[in-house]
């Protein structure tokens, strides 16, 4: 697909309903053998929604912004950020990349790395410095990705419903509008 095919946006309201059906085909494709399938599973869009309808009705920009990729008039991907939910980091000058998403049909056309450069070009304008993100240990695909476009391990790591994730660190300062982050 042509990159002039997609557009980049602010999320509405109105995307709610799709951003959960991205958060959740995303999921039970990318994780699966490495998240339990009970899980896997049981995750419903209609449950996952209000994890977007709540902070878009906020309207709180300065707690996170959402940026949707659109193809064709549907919402085929997404990204959050905002101040870094870490308590061992400075949510002053550490941002987060929270979550980004894309149609499983749309891996590998150029939108992940597009939504992310996005959310590191708000994160930039929002006043950060260094960005983090959280990923899964076992996630070769992720974390190929990440590294890829110039994120490195920190060294943090914890567990999300008993999966080992790592945080992943780039600094903003240097960010390359291509390929991503400086290290």
Same mark, same amino acid.
């Given at each position: 697909m042509p990159e002039a095919a997609v557009r980049l946006r602010p999320a509405t309201m109105a995307d709610a309903a799709a951003m959960a059906e991205i958060?959740?085909?995303?999921?039970? *494709?990318?994780? /699966?053998?490495? @998240?339990?399938?009970? $899980?896997?599973?049981?995750?419903?869009?209609?449950?996952?929604?209000?994890?977007?309808?709540?902070?878009l009705a906020a309207n709180d920009a300065a707690a996170q912004r959402f940026i949707v990729a659109v193809s064709d008039r549907a919402v085929i991907g997404l990204v959050r950020c905002g101040a870094t939910r870490d308590g061992d980091e400075g949510p002053a000058c550490v941002g987060e990349v929270r979550s980004l998403y894309v149609r499983p *049909?749309?891996? /590998?056309?150029? @939108?992940?790395?597009? $939504?992310l450069h996005a959310a590191i070009e708000q994160l930039v304008a929002d006043g950060f410095d260094t960005a983090t993100l959280w990923t899964l240990t076992a996630s070769k695909?992720?974390?190929?990705?990440?590294?890829?476009?110039?994120?490195?391990?920190?060294?943090?790591?914890?567990?999300?419903?008993?999966?080992?994730?790592?945080?992943y660190r780039a600094q903003l300062s240097a960010a390359d509008p291509v390929a991503g982050p400086a290290t």
């Open positions: 958060h959740v085909g995303a999921w039970q *494709t990318a994780f /699966r053998g490495i @998240v339990p399938d009970e $899980l896997l599973n049981a995750l419903r869009p209609e449950e996952i929604v209000v994890r977007y309808r709540e902070p *049909t749309y891996w /590998r056309q150029g @939108v992940g790395r597009r $939504l695909q992720a974390r190929a990705f990440y590294e890829a476009l110039g994120w490195r391990l920190d060294g943090a790591v914890t567990e999300w419903e008993g999966v080992p994730r790592v945080r």
